[in-house]
């Protein structure tokens, strides 16, 4: 049965004793780039709800229910669960509106809206203990960082890369392993961007008392400080110069110092693993959404590869450990190599 049919059917067991012989109006919500769908639910009151459909035998909602309660015990908004039926990978979400932090950051608002976001990710990273979520460890993070050489590099390029080069990356990887590993250890949203934050305060963007709703966390993890931070401000979908990037970070900075977070005390060694966490980020978004086009189909992804690309540039020219990787990306797009002396 085709699960358009499904999902009909277990919402009219929810809502037809409620609204007898009245419509309820079902509209896709968001694109996703799982197998995850979302549509919004209008009822004949004119309330919504959000309904995700998570194909069992691709996703599974237990995690994003733990989560989901994780986040809430945080203080954190994040959306609430009216119903639910695991067996068929059906939720019943509230509805955190249709504004994205992406849809209205700009110059005037950024300031507020990041505001926020940094406070609810103190929050987040407060209630932080181990062994509640999966580990970002070793493993996870180094099958990351393959989407690279198999997805990027292979398949999106076409290149096979000779012994040379691949000795340059296992290298480099393995010093950026090293750095993320050693960091202090949290829980990780893992898409902690501008498309994951929702604009939720009933006065619109002026004021920001219940911002920001946060979604897609159903892949969290307990891991590197600094990396929710990356995702934030080294955002494949908005870009900032890098003085507006160092103010935005600086004030993360200041608040989670303030709040007992583990951060360096020294802002220039917080901002070399933040930077090093954004390359490993990096590494790995260019891998998802070469794989994304080449295997889903979902080219959409692809015109913001060039965003990602130069952050993880600029990191690697910046650290002389890096450099290699520098000088292997511009093989890998024909680009000269410049000879130069490193110290």
Not at 66 to 79: S, T
Not at 249 to 260: F, L, N, P, S, T
């Amino acid at each position: 049965m085709p699960r358009t049919v499904l999902l009909r059917d277990w919402l009219d067991r929810h809502f037809l004793p409620q609204y007898p012989d009245q419509e309820l109006s079902l509209a896709p919500a968001s694109t996703d780039a799982s197998f995850r769908r979302y549509f919004r639910l209008t009822l004949p009151d004119n309330s919504t709800r959000i309904v995700m459909d998570a194909p069992p035998e691709h996703e599974d909602c237990r995690p994003f229910l733990k989560v989901a309660m994780l986040l809430r015990d945080a203080g954190v908004h994040v959306p609430d669960v009216y119903a639910q039926d695991l067996a068929q990978g059906f939720l019943l979400l509230s509805d955190l509106g249709h504004t994205t932090y992406l849809d209205v950051l700009n110059a005037s608002t950024a300031p507020a809206l990041y505001r926020d976001a940094n406070a609810a990710l103190v929050g987040i990273q407060l209630a932080s203990r181990p062994g509640v979520l999966p580990a970002y460890d070793h493993a996870l993070l180094s099958r990351e960082l393959d989407l690279f050489p198999d997805w990027y590099v292979a398949r999106h390029l076409g290149i096979t890369l000779d012994s040379g080069q691949q000795a340059t990356l296992r290298s480099v990887f393995a010093k950026i392993l090293a750095n993320n590993l050693a960091q202090p250890q949290v829980f990780v949203h893992r898409d902690y961007h501008s498309r994951n934050l929702m604009v939720c305060a009933e006065g619109g963007v002026s004021s920001f008392p219940t911002n920001p709703g946060i979604i897609d966390f159903q892949d969290a993890v307990y891991g590197p400080i600094t990396y929710d931070l990356a995702s934030l401000y080294r955002d494949a979908y908005i870009h900032w110069e890098e003085a507006q990037e160092l103010d935005f970070v600086i004030r993360y900075w200041e608040m989670a110092r303030q709040a007992g977070l583990p951060v360096h005390a020294d802002f220039h060694d917080f901002y070399r693993d933040y930077e090093w966490m954004g390359a490993q980020r990096q590494i790995k978004v260019l891998g998802i959404f070469a794989r994304l086009s080449q295997r889903d189909g979902k080219d959409g992804y692809l015109k913001d590869m060039p965003t990602v690309m130069a952050y993880l540039r600029q990191t690697c020219e910046r650290y002389l450990e890096l450099r290699p990787l520098a000088r292997l990306l511009d093989q890998l797009k024909q680009r000269p190599v410049d000879a130069a002396y490193t110290f």
